[in-house]
């Protein structure tokens, strides 16, 4: 993988706004680019095939094997705990989620985390990049076929002419912007959608209804679930065909990479990860719920003594339970640090997004850089 410069297009801003792209400011840059092989795209799709896969077990190794993580690490009430499990064993189904990998110094793509349940940065790797590859490397190839694993999945999940409701914070610029384009590929997927806020959703009698009277019967939300349960557990157990499904909860947390850890040592993809302080090593340490690296420091542990070695990010996420997952040295390129985003679409490898920082630890504010293929 190597770091490109290019040219911006000419009042590129004007054609990414016209795409839905208004609240990008200065998060998405045309400067530079990364250029991928094909095997190396091949790595990152075997990659996240495996990585899901693993995640898929570990849910199922917590549900039948590990019930107690659900209450006592992730603190879930047993009613929430009992609605996770009927959500696995239904099948209810997933429409997306995003690996972050950082490609170690041999090339291989480790596991930072897994955004399962409200990942953004996605209208940027599904549309707005493929329009910059077309306009400035139209000969080219790109890792992405997102917008379409989106319609598709729609079709998969849900009957024919259906209405869906997509709720989510609409005083936030960037998910109201997530949320119209999701909205948008159930449109193209033939349903009909409406997009309102979350706080006018209005639970009676075990179900939610809009503020037309009209009953809410499948959702997407871009709330995270943890917000959910600990605002209303009632809310959590409405009659709602709900995306992301509740058995996401498992899965959208830190501390399940402590169980990725015990299931899967010897995975080339996986890192040591620890519930608890270890006694010596570099470490990335990590709130057990958090977004947006928020909270994230990198200490050298000795003999069970922290040395900051890059200090905690700002962030609300401090008054929890931390992972500890093992450091890796990231590559530099041109003084930037990528982390690649690679997205799940319909439980199948969909394509990737790639954000860079100057510091080690990638937040809200990272640069979204687009990427091609050859």
């Not at 077309?134 to 999945?153: C, K, M, R, T, W």
């Not at 075990?206 to 809410?216: A, I, K, L, N, Q």
């Not at 040395?307 to 390129?333: C, F, I, M, S, W």
């Amino acid at each position: 993988m190597e770091r490109v410069f290019v040219a911006p297009r000419p009042g590129y801003r004007e054609k990414i706004e016209a795409l839905g792209f208004d609240f990008h400011g200065d998060y998405w840059r045309e400067e530079a680019c990364y250029r991928l092989s094909s095997n190396e795209v091949e790595m990152l799709e075997t990659a996240t095939a495996e990585a899901y896969r693993m995640y898929c077990d570990a849910v199922e190794y917590i549900l039948n094997d590990q019930s107690e993580f659900m209450e006592r690490i992730l603190q879930l009430p047993p009613e929430i705990c009992e609605r996770i499990r009927r959500s696995w064993d239904e099948d209810e189904l997933s429409l997306y989620g995003r690996f972050d990998f950082l490609v170690d110094k041999s090339g291989v793509p480790r596991i930072l985390e897994f955004n399962a349940d409200t990942p953004t940065s996605l209208l940027e790797a599904s549309v707005i990049q493929w329009q910059w590859k077309e306009d400035l490397f139209p000969a080219s190839d790109q890792y992405n076929g997102i917008h379409e694993g989106l319609v598709q999945s729609w079709k998969d999940m849900f009957p024919a002419g259906s209405e869906i409701h997509f709720a989510g914070a609409l005083d936030d610029h960037e998910d109201t912007g997530t949320l119209q384009y999701l909205a948008s590929t159930a449109m193209e997927a033939g349903f009909s959608t409406r997009v309102l806020d979350m706080n006018s959703l209005d639970l009676r009698d075990g179900c939610f209804y809009d503020p037309s009277g009209e009953r809410v019967k499948r959702c997407f939300k871009l709330y995270p679930w943890e917000w959910m349960v600990d605002e209303s557990a009632d809310g959590c157990l409405a009659d709602v065909q709900w995306v992301e499904p509740i058995w996401k909860l498992l899965m959208s947390n830190k501390a399940i990479l402590k169980v990725l850890f015990d299931l899967f040592p010897d995975s080339p993809y996986v890192l040591p990860c620890y519930l608890s302080r270890p006694e010596s090593g570099l470490f990335c340490k990590k709130p057990v719920y958090s977004r947006e690296g928020h909270n994230v420091s990198v200490l050298e542990i000795r003999n069970w003594e922290e040395r900051v070695r890059l200090a905690e990010t700002e962030g609300d996420y401090n008054k929890g339970a931390y992972v500890y997952q093992e450091y890796v040295e990231p590559t530099a390129y041109s003084g930037r640090y990528p982390v690649i985003g690679s997205w799940v679409v319909g439980g199948e490898p969909a394509g990737i997004g790639i954000r860079e920082n100057r510091t080690e630890i990638t937040g809200n504010l990272s640069e979204f850089v687009p990427h091609i293929i050859g």
